[in-house]
């Protein structure tokens, strides 16, 4: 049985990033679901709508929310029991697609999955010049830095 994911965050980053997930894993549509919290929505109204999202699995749920202390996450505190339901706060699509990925497996598992991919999916990457050629500054600061560094 597959741990179902209900992304829950401010509209419409839940129901985008269940459609990102779809473009990459059709499969995957009976298992992610996404509530869309709207600014004006009260958060008594948003929890009766994750709930009622929650009852349609059968199973274990994995909850994924935006940002800490907002009320989507405040909402997904309320119903996550540490034991069917678990949440993680910080979804972002690396996140997402790993729990995709590791749905069949336990909840901790994916619990912790999940949690390695959103934070390996987030690197800086070096701004690297053509093969052989020098980098040419793009302003008069870099002008600066380079002279400095010769």
Same mark, same amino acid.
């Given at each position: 049985?597959?741990?179902? $994911?209900?992304? $829950?965050?401010?509209?419409?980053?839940?129901?985008?990033?269940?459609?990102?997930?779809?473009?990459?894993?059709?499969?995957?549509? #009976?298992?992610?679901?996404?509530?869309?919290?709207?600014?004006?929505?009260?958060?008594?109204?948003?929890?009766?709508?994750?709930?009622?999202?929650?009852?349609?699995?059968?199973?274990?749920?994995?909850?994924?929310?935006?940002?800490? #202390?907002?009320?989507?996450?405040?909402?997904?505190?309320?119903?996550?029991? #540490?034991?069917?339901?678990?949440?993680?706060?910080?979804?972002?699509?690396?996140?997402?697609?790993?729990?995709?990925?590791?749905?069949?497996?336990e909840l901790e598992?994916?619990?912790?999955?999940?949690?390695? #991919?959103?934070?390996?999916? $987030?690197?800086?990457?070096?701004?690297?010049?053509?093969?052989?050629?020098?980098?040419?500054?793009?302003?008069?600061?870099?002008?600066?830095?380079?002279?400095?560094?010769?």
């Amino acid at each position: 049985m597959n741990t179902h $994911i209900l992304i $829950i965050a401010h509209a419409p980053l839940a129901s985008a990033l269940r459609e990102c997930a779809l473009h990459v894993f059709p499969d995957c549509a #009976g298992d992610v679901l996404a509530l869309d919290v709207p600014p004006d929505e009260v958060p008594e109204q948003t929890q009766a709508n994750a709930q009622a999202l929650l009852d349609s699995f059968a199973g274990p749920a994995l909850l994924l929310t935006d940002v800490f #202390g907002a009320t989507p996450c405040n909402v997904a505190q309320r119903l996550a029991d #540490g034991q069917r339901t678990r949440l993680l706060c910080g979804v972002n699509l690396p996140m997402l697609l790993r729990s995709v990925c590791y749905r069949s497996e336990e909840l901790e598992s994916l619990l912790s999955r999940a949690q390695v #991919g959103g934070t390996q999916g $987030i690197m800086s990457i070096a701004a690297a010049a053509p093969q052989n050629q020098v980098r040419m500054p793009r302003n008069s600061h870099d002008q600066e830095d380079n002279h400095h560094q010769q």
